[in-house]
């Protein structure tokens, strides 16, 4: 194996684990303001970036480690190097200045942060440095409106930052259910993000210690950090693809079959770098796959529907399955059901925040091909949901399952009355 910065991947050096610990530090501060309502006082809570960050960095390199030890103990030899394919079954050590032969490769090379060319471009973050700031500014403008765009913004505001997303679309979060868009939408602007929805920007100047950020609106923005979160792209740049001849898509991502396996016979691709759904279980079940398949006796190709995700925004998005635009698109009858409240524990607050449930049933098998939560724990939900969905749980099933009370869950198989077409 080979590796060029550190073992563990995106998601365990600078994506869903240390954004994990940063969504659990921003909560803080909706806790401790729920914490009154029930008699708490809580005197000069405040929040320490550079020890977060610290422990942060701690934690990431533990896990490193672990990684590393786990490889060892597996019997890999692990090259801490760059490598390029300089053939089908020909690999080039950068750091030892030699080929290494393989009878089957595999990359898993995932992806790099994209950021559009506009003027200015040079003076903006991404999530690769958001981990890493010394300081957190006073003011932090976020470009983008996918989950990265999204849960940056929760998490700075969340820790007392003034935040300003721009998205270039009519809703944040294309792609997601829209009834979810448009809820979390309203709720990020209560939690005070300055949200603005169609809103491009032209260039970045910067002045001094601050960037002025220039908008199609004809509106000018000052700042104190410019973070884009514009989408990922696949990570091949220079990785040899040509040499080996491997073929790869439109986006540059390479591309792959059902099995892993591209059009070089000895070469296979799993993870981000096949654009397929770029989340860390899939590509962790695809690599297990191509191993099964390869290795195993067993040929396996994974199956793509009904994965389940979440947004760590605030509050949380967990969501399976088919949105409601798309189950019309589907399914000739679609029963929705829906519901709209305030969660308990928020209940002698005044915190005006709203939880969502939804579920999306094809009206004529019931089948729950949809389900969308906008609320504390909808990712746990979520996971728990994708067993029900995958299984090909009807809504009589779901009303068959007695409630639990009193949870926010329970909600999922009391909802009886369908939303009026
Ligand atoms: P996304 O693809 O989710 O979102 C990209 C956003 O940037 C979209 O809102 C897109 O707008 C916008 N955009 C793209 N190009 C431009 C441009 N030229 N100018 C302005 N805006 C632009 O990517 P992210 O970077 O947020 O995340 C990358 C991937 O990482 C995700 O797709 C997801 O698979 C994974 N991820 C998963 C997480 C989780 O599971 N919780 C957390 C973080 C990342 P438009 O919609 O109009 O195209």
């Not at 979060?173 to 005070?192: N, P, Q, T, V, W």
């Not at 099995?259 to 695809?286: H, M, Q």
Request: charged residues 25%.
């Amino acid at each position: 194996m080979a590796e060029e910065y550190r073992v563990g991947g995106t998601c365990v050096i600078r994506g869903c684990v240390p954004k994990k610990l940063f969504v659990y530090a921003s909560h803080f501060a909706r806790d401790f303001e729920t914490a009154k309502s029930f008699g708490w006082t809580i005197d000069k809570a405040e929040f320490d970036w550079p020890t977060l960050i610290a422990n942060k960095d701690a934690e990431i390199d533990r896990l490193n480690a672990v990684y590393i030890r786990n490889l060892k103990a597996a019997g890999a030899e692990l090259f801490l190097s760059r490598a390029t394919l300089a053939g089908p079954n020909t690999v080039h050590i950068e750091a030892e200045g030699r080929d290494i032969t393989a009878k089957t490769i595999l990359i898993a090379t995932g992806g790099w942060p994209f950021i559009p060319e506009i003027p200015g471009a040079e003076h903006v973050i991404t999530s690769n440095e958001a981990f890493h700031l010394e300081t957190l500014p006073d003011h932090i403008t976020v470009v983008g409106g996918g989950f990265i765009a999204v849960e940056f913004a929760c998490i700075f505001n969340g820790m007392g930052v003034d935040v300003s997303l721009l998205y270039r679309g009519e809703q944040i979060l294309r792609g997601f259910d829209d009834d979810l868009r448009d809820a979390l939408h309203d709720e990020m602007i209560k939690s005070g993000i300055d949200v603005r929805v169609m809103c491009d920007v032209m260039s970045i100047e910067r002045e001094g210690e601050m960037f002025e950020l220039e908008l199609k609106t004809g509106h000018r923005l000052q700042t104190g950090l410019v973070m884009y979160a514009t989408g990922r792209r696949p990570n091949v740049t220079g990785l040899g693809l040509e040499a080996a001849g491997v073929e790869q898509g439109p986006s540059g991502q390479i591309a792959v079959d059902a099995w892993s396996k591209t059009n070089i016979d000895s070469i296979y691709a799993v993870g981000d770098v096949t654009d397929r759904v770029s989340l860390t279980p899939v590509a962790i079940r695809e690599g297990h796959a191509f191993a099964d398949t390869v290795f195993g006796g067993k040929s396996i190709a994974v199956d793509h529907s009904d994965i389940a995700s979440a947004v760590f925004s605030q509050p949380e998005i967990g969501t399976v399955g088919l949105t409601e635009a798309q189950a019309r698109e589907r399914f000739e009858s679609v029963v929705i059901y829906r519901s709209t409240f305030r969660p308990m524990k928020l209940s002698l607050s005044e915190l005006d925040e709203k939880m969502m449930m939804k579920l999306v049933v094809d009206g004529v098998s019931d089948r729950v091909v949809g389900c969308h939560i906008l609320g504390d724990g909808a990712g746990e939900m979520a996971q728990l949901l994708g067993i029900a969905v995958k299984m090909g749980a009807t809504k009589a099933d779901f009303d068959a399952t007695m409630a639990l009370h009193p949870t926010a869950a329970e909600e999922l198989v009391t909802m009886r009355e369908p939303v009026k077409d």
